[in-house]
């Protein structure tokens, strides 16, 4: 059983267009990360929330603690977002507390 | 800053040989973190240390060793190889896991990619 779900899976896209992404959870959280990693392999953190809405550039990320549920947005996409894009959170149970669990990721493909 | 390093970024073993990853941060973080990316599989934590001279285990610890001397480095040890250990392993640091405010904001290193023959 995935803690963390992202849909979709894959997502072709044309230069312009807004994006979504989705991530559903299953635990308990004090916070949620939302990464990209680039096609060469690297990893970035974009954003860390546990609640409301956060923005950086073209990029908007929000949750809904209640519904257990985030999205990250992406406005007038451009190929140099192609990327996989990773959620996690962070657990606030048991022995697992701190750490974070990964969804499998969202490969994101915009072509020009 | 050089971040989080990581080396080798690449090696190849034969099955039963160990080695050891190098990883190093210089931005004074509390916590460091190994993980294992597989295809198809989210990222899985291997080992964790919340400080110099405090190591507990993720979620996939077997047939890895950690050791944390010194706030700066966390190596990760590969006892006895085997092929299921091929992967890329990432190591990532932040202030603390414990605390709010950006603080937990995770840096990468660049991976390791590891092949076991």
């Known amino acids: 059983k995935n803690e963390v779900e992202q849909s979709p899976q894959n997502l072709t896209a044309q230069e312009g267009e807004f994006i979504t992404i989705n991530c559903s959870y299953s635990v308990g959280i004090s916070a949620l990360h939302w990464l990209q990693q680039h096609p060469g392999g690297g990893i970035v953190s974009l954003f860390m929330l546990s609640s409301g809405k956060k923005k950086h550039g073209r990029l908007i990320a929000t949750i809904n603690i209640q519904e257990k549920h985030s999205s990250l947005h992406i406005t007038a996409s451009h190929p140099r977002d192609s990327a996989v894009y990773i959620c996690?959170?962070?657990?606030?149970?048991?022995?697992?507390?701190?750490?974070?669990?990964f969804g499998k990721g969202t490969k994101l493909s915009v072509k020009p | 800053n050089a971040g989080v390093t990581q080396t080798p970024k690449f090696q190849v073993l034969k099955t039963g040989q160990s080695m050891t990853l190098q990883c190093a941060q210089d931005m004074n973080h509390e916590y460091m973190s190994w993980y294992r990316q597989d295809p198809g599989m989210g990222l899985r934590l291997i080992h964790y240390?919340?400080?110099?001279?405090?190591?507990d285990q993720g979620e996939v610890p077997n047939g890895y060793n950690v050791s944390r001397s010194t706030t700066e480095d966390f190596p990760l040890r590969l006892l006895s190889a085997a092929p299921s250990q091929t992967s890329v392993y990432f190591c990532?640091?932040?202030?603390?896991?414990?605390?709010?405010?950006?603080?937990?904001?995770?840096?990468f290193g660049p991976g390791t990619r590891l092949l076991v023959l």
């Open positions: 990532a640091s932040s202030y603390s896991m414990g605390r709010q405010g950006g603080q937990e904001t995770q840096y």
């Open positions: 996690a959170v962070k657990g606030n149970y048991g022995g697992s507390q701190g750490n974070l669990i």
């Open positions: 240390s919340v400080g110099a001279g405090i190591t």
